[in-house]
């Protein structure tokens, strides 16, 4: 099955449906705080002050942040952010981490933010929601709001009846989880949550947006991903809604192309040393399946050899 680290840049399609449908998040996962807000008034997201509080270190971790600017009914302005946990294991510190993006931003610009979390994690027991400390003199309490994807496992039916577009990114999430080892399993689910779009009367707009999401988080393997697209199309044809077209989804596969070469050259000047020209232009050549390959031999690489090495090998392997 095709390696999840072909989607290095998991948070990508969170950031982009918490950009496109963010009022719709926050009555999904957070309906008190979403109560508070006047959605009238138009929200903003917050990226470049984001970015001033975030530590450059922590970039390449594997979760979504959005701070975004929103406006209470009774009229006054307050921030939110909004963190998506990504990674597939509990983490220590990251309670502590949740107040320090609190603290920094009161630092910096005396806002206090409201600060919520949603857990993509698979431990049920893992539900961190405050950092705390307590001393004779000096104590200090911090809660943040949480919502546990696992949790929506015994909610099914109220994912399947509801026409929020997250209730379709829980569905994608849940299922994408359950079918780790499943790919015949988990092409049946990508279908169907797919269908489920069109079956909803959504917008044109809306299922195209799912349909990037639902796509980019339930990898198949190369052969049940053109059975898929074959179904799908035919599926578009019976309804007459050709939506995503042919051309659209040869370049949202460059692009997928694109990203897992732009990953994998960094990986390897890492390893080895600069690329040259004609050695980079090898590796860009690359289909995604012999980026992966690739991708899992470099962990052995120690020299600019054995690189050459592994492309002459590949290079005979495919002559052969």
Not at 213 to 240: S, T
Not at 284 to 310: C, R
Request: with cysteine; aromatic share 12%.
């Amino acid at each position: 099955m095709t390696s999840e680290r072909e989607r290095a840049d998991n948070d990508s399609p969170w950031k982009e449906i918490l950009e496109a449908y963010f009022p719709q998040a926050m009555e999904f996962f957070f309906p008190q705080t979403a109560a508070l807000i006047n959605w009238e008034r138009p929200h903003q997201f917050l990226d470049k002050e984001f970015q001033q509080i975030a530590r450059n270190a922590e970039q390449g971790r594997r979760y979504a942040d959005k701070l975004v600017k929103v406006w209470q009914i009774q009229g006054e302005e307050i921030w939110l952010l909004i963190h998506v946990e990504i990674q597939a294991k509990p983490e220590d510190d990251f309670a502590e981490r949740m107040f320090s993006y609190n603290l920094r931003i009161f630092d910096r610009f005396a806002k206090p933010a409201i600060s919520l979390a949603i857990l993509c994690d698979t431990d049920p027991t893992w539900r961190p929601n405050q950092y705390s400390y307590n001393y004779p003199d000096s104590s200090l309490h911090f809660k943040f709001g949480i919502v546990k994807l696992l949790d929506y496992q015994n909610r099914w039916t109220e994912l399947e009846k509801s026409d929020n577009p997250f209730a379709t990114v829980v569905m994608a999430h849940l299922k994408t989880q359950q079918t780790s080892k499943k790919p015949a399993e988990r092409k049946t689910w990508k279908f169907s949550l797919i269908r489920r779009l069109y079956e909803l009367g959504l917008a044109e707009k809306d299922i195209r947006n799912l349909y990037r999401f639902v796509d980019w988080v339930m990898i198949l393997p190369k052969a049940l991903e053109a059975e898929f697209w074959q179904d799908f199309k035919e599926f578009e044809q019976e309804r007459a809604m050709s939506y995503i077209t042919t051309g659209e989804r040869i370049g949202y596969e460059r692009g997928k192309l694109e990203v897992g070469q732009t990953i994998i050259v960094r990986l390897l000047q890492k390893r080895v040393g600069e690329l040259p020209q004609e050695v980079k232009k090898q590796v860009q050549a690359l289909s995604l399946e012999e980026l992966e390959a690739l991708g899992e031999a470099l962990l052995d690489f120690t020299a600019m050899g054995d690189l050459l090495n592994w492309l002459q090998a590949h290079l005979n392997e495919t002559k052969n």
